[in-house]
């Protein structure tokens, strides 16, 4: 099992420090996020903390007892006992996830770093070329010609696409002429009142029929029924092995799991059920947009995965950005892509 393999990794924490990273994101969305650097013995490890609301943005404090000398394993364990915020989370235990996934990260790059080897290593696994999506939503009113301009530039990746009820028939038939839609995104897990269920359901009917290759994410439990279940998949349900049950795909998200041991224990669950995996991202601005993309490349290479590089979430990505499947770096020691 991959945790076992790093869980016995040593680790020598002397002190760790926070950065703010924040940009312009594609509908006019200010994201920001946080690193938190852990070093020890001559080096430094890095995870990205995606969970900081922007309009007030909470860092973990700079002062958490995180010094010592542990192994991998036994770092988490005391992490887990730590409070890692000064007030409350205003989304709870999604966040306390989105936070304990960035030390969590940042300790087994330091601990790998220390150790000389790379990931890839030490899981016993070779990277190998990634293929990723590119996730949007179309806006209000919706525009295909925001997915028309990117398929042109970028022929080479497909789409992940949030659904909504308000694509008529037009817009979805433009959309499958570009044949570019590898996932669309219902995000009927998450609690959102819906307005029209009629409209919802006819909408879930015109995009069924269109896209006949697509992946459907997160459908709302009541219009579950109307998706073959071979082309369904989990997302926001999907917080640990134990959470998977019968379905046949899922979108594997490291930070909302937010443990090193779920995570690899996902990995191990999945393949020895012959459960479909592909990675999702969460806005990452800095290095954890790497990690999850050498996870992907290691564990789900071949699926839609969502971690497409971070350039192509602004508004207009620039030219020159990597065609997909996204060729594997050379690796040096440490959790990283690249």
């Known amino acids: 099992m991959s945790w076992e393999r790093v869980a016995g990794l040593e680790l020598t924490v002397d002190g760790y420090t926070v950065e703010r990273l924040e940009a312009d994101m594609l509908g006019g969305f200010h994201r920001v996020t946080a690193l938190y650097a852990l070093s020890g013995a001559g080096h430094t490890g ?6 900081l609301d922007h309009e007030d943005p909470q860092p973990a404090p700079a002062d958490l007892d995180l010094a010592g000398r542990w192994t991998l394993g036994s770092f988490c364990e005391h992490l887990a006992s730590v409070e890692q ?6 989304w709870g235990e999604l ?15 330091l601990a790998l770093r220390q150790a000389g080897v790379t990931l890839a290593e030490a899981v016993g696994r070779e990277p190998r070329p990634l293929t990723f999506v590119n996730s949007l939503g179309l806006g209000d009113p919706p525009d295909v010609d925001r997915v028309a301009r990117r398929f042109a530039r970028y022929p080479s990746i497909g789409f992940k696409l949030d659904a909504d009820a308000s694509w008529t028939d037009e817009i979805v038939g433009r959309l499958a002429e570009l044949g570019c839609v590898r996932t669309v995104d219902f995000k009927g897990r998450y609690g959102f009142e ?7 359901e006819a909408m879930y009917h015109r995009v069924i029929a269109a896209f006949p290759d697509a992946l459907f994410e997160d459908p709302h439990a009541e219009l579950e029924a109307l998706i073959p279940r071979e082309r369904l998949s989990f997302d926001g349900t999907i917080l640990s092995a134990a959470d998977i049950g019968d379905t046949r795909t899922i979108n594997v998200k490291p930070s909302r799991i937010g443990s090193l041991r779920k995570l690899f224990e996902v990995y191990e669950h999945c393949e020895r059920h012959g459960v479909a995996m592909y990675g999702g991202g969460m806005g ?5 947009r790497g990690q999850i993309e050498l ?5 789900h290479p071949d699926g839609p995965n969502d971690v497409a590089p971070s350039p192509f ?10 065609a997909s499947p996204l060729q594997p770096p050379p690796l040096s020691p440490g959790f990283h892509w690249g």
């Open 46 to 51: 890095t995870g990205e903390d995606i969970g």
């Open 85 to 90: 915020w000064p007030e409350p989370p205003k």
């Open 95 to 109: 966040q306390r996830n989105w936070r304990n996934w960035a030390f969590e990260s940042a300790a087994l790059d």
């Open 194 to 200: 819906v307005a029209d269920l009629d409209a919802l």
């Open 284 to 288: 990452e601005l800095g290095i954890g």
């Open 295 to 299: 996870l992907a490349s290691l564990f």
């Open 313 to 322: 979430n602004a508004p207009d990505p620039p030219d020159g950005l990597p």
